[in-house]
């Protein structure tokens, strides 16, 4: 496994030599943990190379890139380790990188074939590797195969449908505001509203809180998403309306308008397909589990108890016997009932 770690960070060392050339020549910036940018920063070289090999996406994909010791590297080894890199290092053509896979796959496979000569595979370290590597394939391969059968496109719409069925629509508004630090502040925001001003151009100018560069606009939201002093000034006023009152809460005034209102809808499929799949897949796989073992004989060995060492009896006469205490009597009461020592809580 440390080889197979070896050579996936000498391939990523040598491309990202490669993609550095590539964004340098581009004049573009380099952001790896940015793969959005990588991909705007290559669209248009990625766009020319589609182009320009249209015709090279339908050759042989056994064509011989390099030979070592007659054992040939092709095109499809090169194509399955670009595949393999993380999604940053493939946002530009393979082509460009090329040249660098090629070197890889030699490298590969120069020490196979040394560890071959040696006959590394006859000791009984690889041979245990190999074994537990087939057995972790087998398990990959047979829960893939079930998930493909189990996990279908009508299992996920009728959970879906379960979803839409016993979804229920809540009233959202939508509302902008006009923050301000005191009472009598928001109460000339007021005014300058009932003289004409624009609700959306004052919140620009004035308002204090986050929303105020786009016009104190909160979009759409439901009664528990505010806090509720907020909530109930909005849901309360009608469409157009602006409040005639300052509205107090624990970040400052508020000045409110609410522009409309509308039922909330359940997501779309695309929006939960995801989702869906995720549990459909892990549902699918804990029934699986549990026919598989219902099927089985499973034995599982408790671990033996631990032996608590036998504790001596100390004989009469020895040193550790002290004199018998004791035993005082319990007080009584005149009916004879035993009563208590401890004096009874002052009521």
């Known amino acids: 496994?440390?080889?197979?770690?070896?050579?996936?960070?000498?391939?990523?060392?040598?491309?990202?030599?490669?993609?550095?050339?590539?964004?340098?020549?581009?004049?573009?910036?380099?952001?790896?943990?940015?793969?959005?940018?990588?991909?705007?920063?290559?669209?248009?070289?990625?766009?020319?190379?589609?182009?320009?090999?249209?015709?090279?996406?339908?050759?042989?994909?056994?064509?011989?890139?390099?030979?070592?010791?007659?054992?040939?590297?092709?095109?499809?080894?090169?194509?399955?380790?670009?595949?393999?890199l993380p999604p940053q290092y493939r946002q530009i053509p393979m082509e460009m990188v090329k040249p660098q896979l090629v070197q890889q796959l030699v490298?590969?496979?120069?020490?196979?074939?040394?560890?071959?000569?040696?006959?590394?595979?006859?000791?009984?370290?690889?041979?245990?590797?190999?074994?537990?590597?087939?057995?972790?394939?087998?398990?990959e391969a047979y829960l893939a195969a079930k998930i493909d059968e189990l996990v279908t496109e009508e299992t996920l719409q009728a959970e879906y449908k379960k979803i839409v069925d016993g979804f229920t629509p809540e009233e959202e508004v939508h509302a902008r505001h006009i923050l301000l630090k005191t009472e009598e502040e928001a109460k000339d925001m007021i005014k300058l509203l009932d003289d004409g001003g624009d609700f959306a151009e004052l919140a620009k100018e004035y308002s204090t809180g986050p929303s105020g560069p786009t016009g104190g606009d909160l979009g759409y939201f439901t009664k528990e998403r505010m806090?509720?002093?907020?909530?109930?000034?909005?849901?309360?006023?009608?469409?157009?309306?602006?409040?005639?009152?300052?509205?107090?809460?624990?970040?400052?005034?508020?000045?409110?308008?609410?522009?409309g209102r509308r039922n909330t809808e359940p997501p779309k499929f695309e929006e939960m397909e995801e989702e869906l799949r995720a549990e459909?897949?892990?549902?699918?796989?804990?029934?699986?589990?549990?026919?598989?073992?219902?099927?089985?004989?499973?034995?599982?060995?408790?671990?033996?108890?631990?032996?608590?060492?036998?504790?001596?009896?100390?004989?009469?006469?020895?040193?550790?016997?002290?004199?018998?205490?004791?035993?005082e009597p319990a007080a009584t009461d005149d009916s004879g009932a035993t009563t208590s020592e401890e004096p009874k809580k002052s009521e």
């Open 1 to 84: 496994m440390k080889s197979l770690h070896y050579f996936a960070l000498a391939v990523i060392a040598v491309l990202c030599l490669a993609i550095g050339y590539f964004f340098g020549a581009q004049g573009g910036p380099i952001a790896l943990n940015e793969p959005g940018q990588i991909a705007e920063n290559a669209q248009d070289s990625s766009a020319d190379a589609a182009g320009n090999t249209g015709a090279q996406a339908e050759e042989d994909s056994s064509e011989v890139l390099a030979t070592v010791n007659g054992e040939n590297i092709t095109e499809a080894d090169a194509r399955g380790l670009y595949e393999s």
């Open 107 to 139: 490298n590969m496979e120069v020490v196979s074939q040394a560890a071959e000569a040696d006959k590394l595979y006859e000791t009984e370290s690889f041979k245990s590797k190999l074994d537990t590597a087939r057995t972790q394939l087998l398990q």
């Open 227 to 259: 806090v509720p002093e907020f909530a109930e000034a909005a849901f309360n006023l009608k469409d157009g309306e602006y409040s005639k009152e300052p509205v107090k809460s624990e970040f400052g005034y508020h000045v409110i308008k609410t522009e």
């Open 280 to 327: 459909a897949t892990n549902t699918a796989v804990d029934k699986l589990l549990e026919d598989l073992k219902a099927d089985a004989t499973i034995v599982v060995v408790a671990p033996p108890a631990e032996e608590k060492p036998a504790e001596e009896t100390p004989q009469e006469g020895s040193a550790t016997d002290g004199p018998a205490k004791a035993v």
